[in-house]
């Protein structure tokens, strides 16, 4: 069974650094790509951000330049660093394994999430 779990939220102000992790098991990891997604309560959940198994990585013009998405298949994780966040970045964020065509898709069931607050 696919299980993703997510972590490394919490409370910063505007212009810090957070580092979202998202430990995932029961896939083989390396050969899938993955994505960050972020949810505000009341709107749609937005794709953040996708890694490839070639770890090629596309992001959403809102945090390109200030987001690096990253894997290392060796621990089965994928990572979203963070940096200059804006209180708009607020959200809860999300991890899952993907299918990139046109469009990206999302394959899994999603985990709970981790909180992330900005402060202004």
């Known amino acids: 069974q696919v299980q993703l779990v997510e972590s490394g939220g919490g409370l910063v102000q505007a212009g810090g650094s957070l580092r979202l992790s998202c430990a995932a098991s029961?896939?083989?990891?390396?050969?899938?790509?993955l994505g960050w997604y972020r949810q505000v309560p009341g709107k749609q959940r937005e794709l953040v951000a996708t890694?490839?198994?070639?770890?090629?990585?596309n992001y959403a013009d809102s945090v390109k330049g200030r987001f690096t998405i990253s894997r290392d298949n060796t621990k089965n994780t994928v990572y979203l660093q963070m940096n200059s966040l804006k209180p708009e970045d607020t959200a809860v964020y999300y991890c899952?394994?993907?299918?990139?065509?046109?469009?990206?898709?999302?394959?899994?069931?999603w985990g709970k999430g981790t909180q992330v607050t900005v402060s202004s």
């Open positions: 890694i490839t198994d070639g770890e090629n990585t």
């Open positions: 899952n394994t993907v299918m990139i065509t046109r469009t990206t898709i999302p394959l899994g069931n």
């Open positions: 029961g896939i083989r990891f390396s050969i899938n790509a």
